[in-house]
């Protein structure tokens, strides 16, 4: 079922959203993005009709009440932005009068879901190692199974508009959908951008892709690098994992960031780009600084003939330009990790180019997809956002989703 199809008249929604905002000491949300993310659907259901139940988690109060992370806190941010008052739900496992008595255009938001271990459906209070943990995992399924049914016991239908939890396999974000048929569960809107922003970039590509891996390790993006491999016509890998395949190829690399251990990855990576016939474009040269803060001094050299002392902390002129020309013909564009460390604004101009080449090509008609913490501050900063095709909400859910794992909280709704 999809959204748009759906008759929410007369219905109950259950709907899972991301409502995990940041918050001041004092309970107020300093960003609202993850609530204004989830409008859409929200106020889709209510205008077409139906009353919604909405459940979120807020951090990680690990199955336990802990009052900094009630999501009674954001009642009356909620109700402002749906311009309609939101009821709550104290203990949202025990809220079905309260879902019972809802009338079409209602809205009751349920207290937060992580209260409850059987949210994400971990043992509590049991080491991995301790021999009765396998029977307490079994026991802690079945009563997260109970929960899920609990949940869906309060609507008529479930739609999943948390993209930011997709790739968990929670109580609220796939368990739950068990208890619908296919007719009565869907993707919200936000979930559906993200699926078909990240099927643009592995199924619907159009030629040719650069994609630009960056960010401060290797390691971490190996599983994307891999299934990337593959897919693009040109990999531009930046940042600080630059060090590690310098220092693989002989290089000299001061005192940058090099992961020692993957040195015979980076090989790897050098190999299967050269047997696959992709364009990898590595940084030929850097700004190198003395010191790790914004007022280091710096010198322009190669990334394979770093000075003692010193560490690469941006690509170089060479390499921003080598850079642009891999972006700027592209038609399809993913970016994840910046060139540098570019939260200092002096070690920012890689991470800029990259943004405003990655802009240009969008301009000119390219497909671009920015995702990962990191890369959505660099053009946040470089007031670019609107000058790109989509900026995902996803952390870990993007890059899972990448790697070509399915997401469990997709999977669960579309099969
Ligand atoms: P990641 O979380 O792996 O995507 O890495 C993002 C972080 O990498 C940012 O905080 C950057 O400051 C950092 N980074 C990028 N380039 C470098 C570099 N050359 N040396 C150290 N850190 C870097």
Known sequence: MTINDYKFAGKKAIVRVDFNVPLNENGVITDDTRIRGALPTLKHILEEGGALIIM???????GKVVAKYSLKQIVDAVSAALGTPVQFAEDCAKAAEQAAALKAGEVLLLENLRYYPEEEGKPVGIDKEDPAYEEAKKAMKASQKEFAKTLASYADCYVNDAFGTAHRKHASTAV???????DNKMLGYLMEKEVEAVDNILKNIKRPFTAIMGGSKV?????????????????????????????????????????NDKL?????????????????????????????????????????????????VDAGPESRKAFAAAIEGAKTILWNGPAGVFEFDNFAAGSK????????????????????GDSVACVNKFGMADRVSYISTGGGALLEAIEGKVLPGVAAIKG
């Open 176 to 182: 739950i959908a068990d208890y619908f048929d296919a």
């Open 264 to 312: 015979e990855l980076a090989l790897d990576i050098v190999a299967q780009a050269k047997a696959k016939g992709v364009n990898l474009v590595l940084a030929t040269d850097c700004v190198a600084a003395d010191d790790f803060c914004n007022e280091a001094n710096t010198q322009v050299c190669p990334s394979n003939a770093i000075p003692e002392g010193w560490e690469g």
């Open 353 to 372: 180019a990259i943004a405003e080449a990655i802009a240009t090509a969008t301009d000119n008609g390219a497909y671009s997809l920015i995702g990962g």
């Open 219 to 259: 390691s971490t993006k190996i599983g994307i690098i891999e299934n990337l491999m593959d897919k693009v016509d040109n990999l531009i890998l930046c940042g600080g994992m630059t060090y590690t395949f310098a220092k693989a190829n002989g290089g000299e690399i001061g005192k940058s960031i090099c992961e």
């Open 56 to 62: 979120s988690h807020m951090g990680k109060p690990k």
